[in-house]
């Protein structure tokens, strides 16, 4: 449900983005990131409930979830899966662990959109796509038993997962404003 209402969204934000100039659209991206990584920092009410599952009043908590995560996601030309995990979390109360791992679809539904959106116009770089895939795959294959370790620990993989989206967004903001 997240996904399908996202690829709309991201549909959407990756033609507006197209409008937008390259460091003003990473300034934007660099605030979003620093934003959603301090609502992660904040205590969680709870570690959240393994066993959520779709209903009708989550599906109308979803849809409109998975729009704006998806408008963003295009906006800023990326799966978003830094947006997905906190929007599910927020819209189904669901652990941190199953947010991360249910995001994985949404991330390839938005970023497939996206690219499409980008390749009609000839602004993707068939090379770079290559090299991203081969670093995804390596980090993927680097960072599961990890995520494994920290499933166990949920509190201390959402203050991480928070740091790393804040240092990120640092470097994103320092490098659009040219200081880097």
Known sequence: MFAVAGITGSIAGSTLAKM?????????????????????????????????????????KLAPMGLA??????????????????GLMAATGMTLAHAQASSLLSVAVFGSATSANYAVSGLVNWPVVAALTVGGAAGTLIGLPIARRLGERAALGRRLFAGLILIVAAW?????????
């Open 69 to 86: 995560a998806g408008f963003a996601a295009g906006f800023f030309g990326i799966g978003g899966g830094f947006l997905i995990v906190p």
């Open 20 to 60: 937008v100039d390259g460091d003003s659209l990473l300034l934007f991206f660099a605030l979003a990131m620093a934003l959603i990584a301090l609502s992660m920092l904040r205590p969680a009410k709870s570690e959240g409930d393994p066993a959520v599952r779709l209903d009708r009043a989550l599906t109308l």
């Open 172 to 180: 994103v903001a320092a490098n659009a404003s040219g200081l880097v």
